[in-house]
């Protein structure tokens, strides 16, 4: 009994010629470049390669008085270190990344704690919850741009019947409502997803651990900071870095709800990047502000992959 | 060390009855087992002592104060969780000294209180480590560690040694054995494990379905056991039931012998009997003799110097002075009068 399977390992054939030699991984691999090889060559067409021109452009004056694109060095980006106007949608965009970003993790955090607890009807609230998220983005800033509207808002019509305000508001006409609007809509937007992320982080927390909590004395507010929060520190990096970039990138909702205005109190780096090229055909000047716009992506972006291929 | 008394306490989880009202006293100092089948709510029970579920009805007492309103924390009350439930982000020390931090304890007191609970439990090493760092055992300690830092006045562990391995389970039963008698403290311990059970308790409570079945001494439930639940669940292998007709007691509706007492001889001395299996531990036998008339194999526990084949007729007789008298809803009776008696 014990000779037989000693004899038939010898005997029995290689899975494969090759796996003798050692060479079936660079077979492998040769075949795998060839699977790839569609693929690499759509990205290179549709992303690699507009992305390194539209780079090559931030170095040209390319406008409407130039049929051409002519090479300028950093002109552009002395300009644009000169130009107040776009400094400015600099710090626009921090603010609006800034609030955004917090006031997402901050209400998604709370909203998944509430729906973690058990209570009637929690099945129905959390499939409400995902509304939000299947709007488009469009018609959810059409919603919310009705919502904050100067004359027929509801917002106007609760806070004056309520006697808050005694005369209707033109939310989106000062610089502080048209941000606070363009802020709420994302948040708005945003929410259902972040939340989600986080249900699933606290569905995996051991109940067993937060009832040695209770026992060990700790209230709900320890419970939160000494249990809760170190469990979900994972989750909240990955929902941070990707709330980050998402606001980084936002575009859609703003030009629908505000244009970037009223003047240029909402114009973060996309709208400036909108503008630059399609109302003022500044291709040069919109290029170069894109690769700084992508250059404010890249750290966060950076994090993210980071962590991702760490945990693989 | 505390007095504690449940009277009349009810438990459901929406419709579903857990407990039904349950009455126990436990006293001062004393170590008191939990056991009954899967399910039978001893945790719940636990869960309900420390506070972490609510009663539905009924009292709970701690030394004279009644405490079913008082938080968790509030009840000078430590467990010891099955599953452990370390803290996984916070180092063995913060782990063990978190209850103090959280009292406000100064961070002296608290250190030295550490020290002294991993001295006991031969901590001291790993007390920088988190608990993953950890091998089952010692996590088991921690664990344990971790309730005797608060110097609570009762100890709840909830299976504390199921899940592990058999030689590290007796180590920690004479470890537990050892703490028992080191802190004098009171302590509810539920346990699946026979040997834990007989070897620990100064009083055993067995449940059944959420009622308690028989509360006393190992050796009086092991002598004397109220009903055929009881007599089923104490003692291993268990008790083996014969219909009370077939053994000539035909008053009972069944008899129930130890193995330890089932008596094995050569055909013609009792009741005719086949022996189907043979366990041989070395110093004991277990022979499992099928029997005409009974359902299940009769065990009988022989001297391990025996020699018994499987396939061989043999014959079984019980004495009535070792046997139980069980009636048809499964109580205990007394004594038949008739003083010997071999089927
Ligand atoms: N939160 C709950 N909701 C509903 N039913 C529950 C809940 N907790 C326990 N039960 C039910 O209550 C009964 C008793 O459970 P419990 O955990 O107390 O059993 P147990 O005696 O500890 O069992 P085991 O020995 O398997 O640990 C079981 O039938 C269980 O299904
Ligand atoms: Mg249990």
Redesign the pocket.
Same mark, same amino acid.
């Given at each position: 009994m014990s000779v037989a399977p000693a004899r038939a390992l010898p005997s029995s054939p290689p899975v494969s010629r090759l796996a003798a030699r050692g060479g079936l991984k660079a077979g492998e691999r040769r075949v795998g470049w060839i699977f790839m090889v569609p693929a690499l060559v759509a990205f290179t067409a549709v992303i690699l390669w507009p992305f390194i021109s539209a780079l090559g452009l931030a170095f040209t004056r390319y406008d409407l008085r130039t049929p051409e694109p002519i090479f300028i060095g950093l002109a552009n980006f002395r300009a644009i270190l000169a130009s107040p106007q776009i400094l400015g949608s600099f710090v626009t965009t921090f603010v609006f990344v800034t609030l955004a970003t917090v006031f997402t993790v901050a209400v998604a955090l709370a909203w998944a704690l509430i729906l973690n607890q058990s209570f009637r009807g929690r099945a129905l609230l959390r499939t409400a919850t995902l509304i939000p998220w299947v709007l488009p983005a469009t018609v959810a800033a059409f919603v919310w741009a009705w919502i904050f509207n100067s004359r027929f808002g509801v917002l106007n019509a609760a806070l004056l019947s309520m006697g808050i305000i005694d005369l209707p508001q033109a939310w989106l006409s000062t610089s502080a409502g048209a941000m606070t609007a363009v802020v709420i809509t994302k948040v708005w937007i945003s929410v259902p997803v972040t939340t989600t992320f986080f249900l699933a982080g606290l569905q995996s927390m051991d109940r067993e651990q937060i009832d040695a909590a209770r026992v060990d004395g700790a209230s709900d507010w320890h419970v939160l900071r000494d249990h809760i929060m170190p469990h979900l520190r994972p989750v909240l990096l990955v929902v941070l870095v990707l709330a980050v970039i998402g606001n980084l990138q936002q575009f859609d909702k703003i030009f629908a709800l505000t244009g970037g205005g009223p003047v240029r109190a909402t114009t973060v780096l996309s709208i400036e990047v909108y503008r630059l090229a399609f109302d003022s055909w500044d291709i040069g000047m919109a290029a170069a502000v894109g690769l700084l716009w992508v250059a404010t992506i890249v750290p966060p972006a950076f994090l993210y992959l980071r962590h991702l291929l760490k945990d693989a | 060390m505390a007095t504690l008394q449940l009277s009349g306490v009810c438990k459901s989880?929406?419709t579903?009855p /857990?407990l039904h009202d349950i009455d126990l006293d436990i006293g001062e100092g004393e170590f008191v087992v939990f056991v009954?089948?899967?399910?039978?709510?001893?945790?719940? &029970? &636990?869960?309900l002592i420390c506070g972490l579920?609510t009663i539905d009805s009924g009292t709970l007492t701690i030394d004279g104060e009644i405490v079913n309103d008082v938080p968790p924390a509030k009840r000078g009350i430590a467990m010891v969780f099955?599953s452990y439930a370390l803290y996984p982000h916070m180092s063995v020390a913060s782990n063990m000294g978190y209850a103090l931090r959280l009292a406000g304890t100064p961070k002296a007191e608290i250190e030295r209180r550490v020290e002294a609970a991993a001295n006991v439990l031969r901590l001291g090493p790993l007390l920088k480590r988190k608990p993953r760092q950890l091998s089952g055992g010692q996590r088991q300690r921690v664990a344990i560690g971790r309730a005797i830092v608060r110097e609570p006045n009762v100890f709840l562990f909830?299976?504390p040694l199921s899940n592990l391995d058999a030689a590290l389970r007796v180590d920690m039963r004479a470890e537990i054995a050892a703490l028992k008698q080191r802190l004098g403290t009171t302590m509810i311990y /539920?346990t699946?494990d026979q040997i834990e059970a007989m070897t620990l308790a100064d009083r055993i409570v067995v449940?059944n379905a959420?009622r308690i079945e028989q509360v006393g001494s190992p050796l009086e439930l092991y002598r004397r056991p109220a009903n055929r639940v009881v007599a089923r669940f104490i003692g291993s292998p268990r008790m083996n039931l014969l219909p009370g007709a077939l053994v000539g007691d035909p008053a009972a509706a069944e008899i129930g012998v130890r193995p330890e007492h089932v008596r094995l001889a050569g055909v013609g001395h009792g009741l005719a009997g086949t022996v189907r299996m043979v366990e041989h531990l070395g110093s004991d036998l277990f022979a499992h003799v099928e029997i005409a008339g009974v359902e299940e194999r009769v065990v009988a526990r022989l001297d391990g110097g025996r020699e018994v084949h499987v396939g061989e007729a043999v014959s079984i007789s019980v004495d009535a002075d070792t046997s139980h008298r069980f009636d048809a809803q499964g109580k205990r009776m007394a004594p038949a009068h008739n003083d010997r008696r071999t089927a």
């Open positions: - | 989880f929406g579903t /857990v009954g089948p899967s399910g039978c709510g001893k945790s719940t &029970l &636990l869960r579920d099955q909830d299976e /539920v699946h449940m959420g």
